[in-house]
């Protein structure tokens, strides 16, 4: 994400953090079942590793950042 000089509301930065961790929790998935379709010896433990450490931490974040949102007002985009 790049830096932004732009006077967007807070609301619209962190409503695209969230759709970027939900982007890494689609990528996240795909790995896991990729590993669990592998079937190798360890694979189903480095995917259930990734679901439980990583997965869920995001998913944790998610619901965070969403509760912000929902306490935060929205404010209209100031006209340059």
């Known amino acids: 994400m790049a830096a932004s000089?732009?006077?967007r509301p807070i609301h619209a930065e962190?409503?695209?953090v969230v759709a970027q961790?939900?982007?890494l929790q689609s990528v996240l998935a795909v790995a896991i079942?990729?590993?669990h379709e592998q079937n190798a010896d360890i694979d189903a433990d480095i995917a259930n590793l990734l679901r439980h450490s990583v997965g869920n931490s995001?998913?944790?974040q998610v619901a965070r950042l969403e509760a912000i949102l929902k306490r935060l007002p929205r404010t209209p985009a100031r006209k340059r």
């Open 5 to 7: 000089t732009s006077n």
């Open 58 to 60: 995001l998913h944790d």
């Open 14 to 16: 962190l409503q695209e």
């Open 21 to 23: 961790l939900r982007q």
């Open 33 to 35: 079942g990729a590993l």
